[in-house]
């Protein structure tokens, strides 16, 4: 079994802007395998089904996401799995041109609260992650360009990168995330 947790804030307000793109990439994962994430469980929505032939559980976070270690600990420690192993995070990079994305089987959480928090909870930082360009941060208030929605000329690349994520993902549970980091980590913009 693989828990796949895509990061995000929770409610309409903050739909489809950057800090979202975990929540997106769970969503089209979830629609082109047809599970229904709608179940309320450890302070997440959530649904189970089969990718290839591995039982998993897609859930988003609910505890916005400076907290989604808290959930995502909950799972990871409920039904007793191996972060290293058993566990794929997506999440939002800001120092990726949208399009791109990086796959890390373990690592610092590169100044992102929500990986933080993951790692604080589940007690390790081996766990892959699979982080999605939302365009390069440069200055002004990080809060208010990660709370922002892509610029409509970037948004067609994001939709790319969330395709070529899912595509990473399905690789990483057919058990090869050394071909899916080879794949996907290259940059395309």
């Known amino acids: ?3 796949i947790a895509g990061l995000g804030n929770p409610g309409t307000k903050y739909e489809h ?6 929540f997106d990439t769970i969503d089209a994962l979830a629609e082109k395998y047809g599970i229904e994430i709608k179940k309320s469980e450890r302070k997440a929505l959530s649904g189970q089904g089969v990718i290839n032939g591995e039982k998993v ?4 976070p609910q505890t916005f996401m400076n907290l989604s270690g808290e959930s995502v600990g909950d799972f990871v420690n409920f039904y007793k799995l ?3 192993t058993q566990l794929i995070v997506f999440s939002d990079d800001v120092t990726l ?7 890390r089987k373990k690592g610092s959480a590169g100044g992102h609260n929500g990986l933080k928090n993951i790692i604080e909870h589940v007690g390790t930082d081996k766990f892959v992650r699979i982080r999605l360009g939302v365009g390069i941060f440069k200055s002004g208030d990080m ?3 990660v709370l922002s929605r892509l610029p409509q000329e970037d948004q067609q690349f994001f939709d790319e990168a969330r395709k070529r994520a899912c595509k990473a993902a399905e690789l990483i549970l057919a ?8 794949e996907f980590n290259a940059k395309i913009r």
């Open 1 to 3: 079994m693989f828990l």
């Open 17 to 22: 802007t950057r800090h979202n793109a975990g």
């Open 57 to 60: 559980i897609l859930i988003k």
């Open 82 to 84: 191996d972060p290293e």
């Open 97 to 103: 041109e949208a399009g791109n994305i990086r796959i």
């Open 143 to 145: 809060a208010d360009f």
């Open 175 to 182: 058990g090869d995330v050394n071909e899916a980091m080879n």
